[in-house]
């Protein structure tokens, strides 16, 4: 734990300096203390996001791009059906790294956003959680949060809670409890419909019927769940920060789907419907390296136990044949 305090030091640093500026604008324009804090966590979490939109570009363009070659994908899993044996498996991952090599496209590109904002959350948990402590003298200054200001924060209110109360922590109080309750039920609610109108619309059905797809309408029902048992534990202002990010990813997705729809999905429809309607020309989003117009399978996949040596498609069509005299 100390190492992970150690490594996360310099992001509660710069966390606790953002909020302290945030807060002094917020004061300086008559807000109370409590929501004056409250509002330095929301200013926070737009400098986080602002700061992620470069990689959220990414992680757009590589969902595409899966998106596209997803039609190759399939022809490389029909090829190597029902071929378990070693060099099969071997083979199938060597055609699919070489896919992702030749199209520019990186599987994980979608998961950098989360991971990289994962950091920033645990960072603001510590530094709600060690508020009482410094407070209390018992914790070191982080930045310009001294102790004196430590103490103004943990004192602070809304709605009659203190922003570092947590849901197991209420001791009694029915505000912190409901305050916490209705927090958990915003953030499940924004998570359920963000994900639910990814699916539903910037998705092609083809996308849709698929095992990975029917997982991920599991874990859609299943991450209320999760919310409700974790964020009992999390400290109000982190469920504040928690809330803020996902009202500004259901943002962002709703300016993706609108501009920047997946093919063939319903949303690319209907926005080529509107250009159309405005006499604008639509611009298809293609892939580097993706060849078009063949939906054949080629059935060169090594047999069980038996090792063959790839072949280029020229190479392929000029061998001459056994039975030709």
Known sequence: MDFLQTL???IKFGEAWVMYAWHGLFDAIGMSTGWAWAMSIVGLTVIVRVML????????????????IQPEMQKIQKKYKGKRDPESQKAQQAEIMDLYRRTGTNPFSSCLPILIQS?????????????????????????PITQQVAGQIESSTIFGAKLSDSFTHANGNLN??????VLIVLMSATTFTTQYQLM?????????????AKQ??????????????????????????????????MGQQF????????????AERARRER???????????SVPGLDAGDDTVPDDAPKSGQRQQPKGKKRAKTQPSKNRR
């Open 8 to 10: 996360l030091y310099p």
């Open 53 to 68: 939109i470069p990689l959220f570009v990414r992680q757009i363009h590589s969902s595409r791009r899966m998106q596209l």
């Open 119 to 143: 950091p920033f959350f645990f960072a603001l948990f510590q530094l709600l959680n060690n508020l009482k402590a410094q407070a209390e003298g018992k914790a070191p200054p982080i930045g």
């Open 176 to 181: 912190v409890q409901i305050l916490t309750a």
């Open 200 to 212: 539903r619309k910037n998705m092609p059905a083809s996308a849709l019927d698929n095992p990975f």
């Open 216 to 249: 991920q309408k599991v874990l859609l029902y299943l991450m209320p769940i999760f919310f409700a048992i974790s964020g009992i534990n999390f400290p109000i202002g982190v469920l504040l920060y928690w809330l803020t990010t996902n009202l500004w990813t």
């Open 255 to 266: 300016y993706v789907i609108r501009n920047m729809p997946a093919p063939g999905s319903e």
């Open 275 to 285: 250009l159309k309607r405005r006499g604008k020309d639509v611009e298809d989003f």
